[in-house]
């Protein structure tokens, strides 16, 4: 950091297996992304590209390796992966990631039926090779998915292999975890955390409130994904308590009752 303040919650140096952030590239251009990497490359952790960008993204082999050289962990969006899927071409799936030397892949069933065991099947195979993520939850709204079947298609997973399950979201932030409306489906999301690992989970969080939400939940060293390019710094500003949001959580109580007797 540029200078020192006392009171900042430590954050765990990178590569990291909590407090991860995961940005979401939705199409960025080469410069954008040396941008990128220049202003917010050494507080981010993962990149996905996102659902099927990839397919015509230009310059994507050199995107890649700009990612992976700055030392992300970089992958392909779910929705590409049911993509090849669907179409019976989960081999073609493997070629495609080894042609472009990734070394991470999403396992997803957020817009095609597959049976558990199946979805665990490819994560299983692909666990032999690559890290993978699998998220869980339907991307159409309105699908409602009791909490005990969240919490064993979570676990499943990850004895199957994933590294981390990812909560569904969307890049809009109002499905799966949360309401039509943005806000968390607290009980739900309790629940979960009752019975995983809290560091076994990276939550799509793509609205700013819903990342005030989980960091006042779980602290600065939650996993939060689907961040915009331009949202990565001002999310670690929430996760030191250098914002609006956040700015009491890691001071101590006297601080803020000074500031009350004062007011």
Known sequence: MNFTLPYIPERPSKPRNNGVTMMMD??????????FLSASGHLTD???LGFG?????????QKIKLYKEAGMKVYLGGTLFEAFVVRGMFNDYIKLLNKFKLDCAEVSDGSIVMPHDKKCEYINTLSKNFTVLSEVGSKEAGIIIHPSKWISMMNAELKAGSWKVIAEARESGNVGIYRANGSAHTLLINKILSKVKKDDILWEAPQKAQQVWFLKLLGANVNLGNISYDDVIPLETLRLGLRGDTFFSYLPADFKKNQELEA
């Open 26 to 35: 939705k199409g960025l251009s080469i410069r954008q992304a040396e941008d």
């Open 46 to 48: 993962i990149i996905k």
């Open 53 to 61: 960008t990839s397919f015509v993204t230009p310059n994507l082999e």
